[in-house]
T-cell receptor
Framework: DVKVTQSSRYLVKRTGEKVFLECVQDMDHENMFWYRQDPGLGLRLIYF???????EKGDIPEGYSVSREKKERFSLILESASTNQTSMYLCATVRQGGKKSSYNSPLHFGNGTRLTVT | QKEVEQDPGPLSVPEGAIVSLNCTYSNSAFQYFMWYRQYSRKGPELLMY????GNKEDGRFTAQVDKSSKYISLFIRDSQPSDSATYLCAMSDSIQGAQKLVFGQGTRLTINP
């Protein structure tokens, strides 16, 4: 079974703080993703990475950056947290390599980090 | 207008009922369709996937795609309390690239014993 571990279940941060959300996977998957999930908006892709040190912007990258120094670890960084970044953040991986993960390869999600910015 | 629309519910039905969950979409290029199930305090997990139009059955679950109407459905027969979860539809115009998936808003379903 694929295990995707997000380091924190709940985080409370102040406006302007730098925030790191960590995700670790144990299945040697090439592709990793960061989504945020908000009521009424569903899942929206922030960034993804298809290899170590490779990253691409998703649909809502503004205010975020990412780091992938090792294959198993993908970090989401909020350079200066704002209240509109209060959300549930979900990390996911998928088995196939490069940008060519097939539609029927399931995304494996972590259990999420609920971030509150006050 | 969102590319994918899904009624957020909540939807509450008695145990044993047939449940119908639906999504509509606007992009006629979508041809790969998925349903994810998300239990409370967990990440989503893939439940079913289909390609193009037609039906696909897996146990008590049936996924249906009507491309002419840009409408997809998930039916749950003999619903159980363990089916209580949020159901998300997802779709893509490309066979390759999970990053191209577009998700619906999710429907929260409760099955009452």
């Amino acid at each position: 079974d694929v295990k995707v571990t997000q380091s924190s279940r709940y985080l409370v941060k102040r406006t302007g703080e730098k925030v790191f959300l960590e995700c670790v996977q144990d299945m040697d998957h090439e592709n990793m993703f960061w989504y945020r999930q908000d009521p009424g908006l569903g899942l929206r892709l922030i960034y993804f990475s298809y290899d170590v040190k490779m990253k691409e912007k998703g649909d809502i990258p503004e205010g975020y950056s990412v780091s992938r120094e090792k294959k198993e670890r993908f970090s989401l960084i909020l350079e200066s947290a704002s209240t509109n970044q209060t959300s549930m953040y979900l990390c996911a991986t998928v088995r196939q390599g490069g940008k060519k993960s097939s539609y029927n390869s399931p995304l494996h999600f972590g259990n999420g980090t609920r971030l509150t910015v006050t | 207008q969102k590319e994918v629309e899904q009624d957020p519910g909540p939807l509450s039905v008695p145990e044993g009922a047939i449940v119908s969950l639906n999504c509509t979409y606007s992009n006629s290029a979508f041809q790969y369709f998925m349903w994810y199930r998300q239990y409370s305090r967990k990440g989503p997990e893939l439940l079913m996937y289909t390609y193009s139009s037609g039906n696909k059955e897996d146990g008590r679950f049936t996924a249906q795609v009507d491309k002419s109407s840009k409408y997809i459905s998930l039916f749950i027969r003999d619903s159980q309390p363990s089916d209580s979860a949020t159901y998300l539809c997802a779709m893509s115009d490309s066979i390759q690239g999970a990053q191209k998936l577009v998700f619906g808003q999710g429907t929260r379903l409760t099955i009452n014993p």
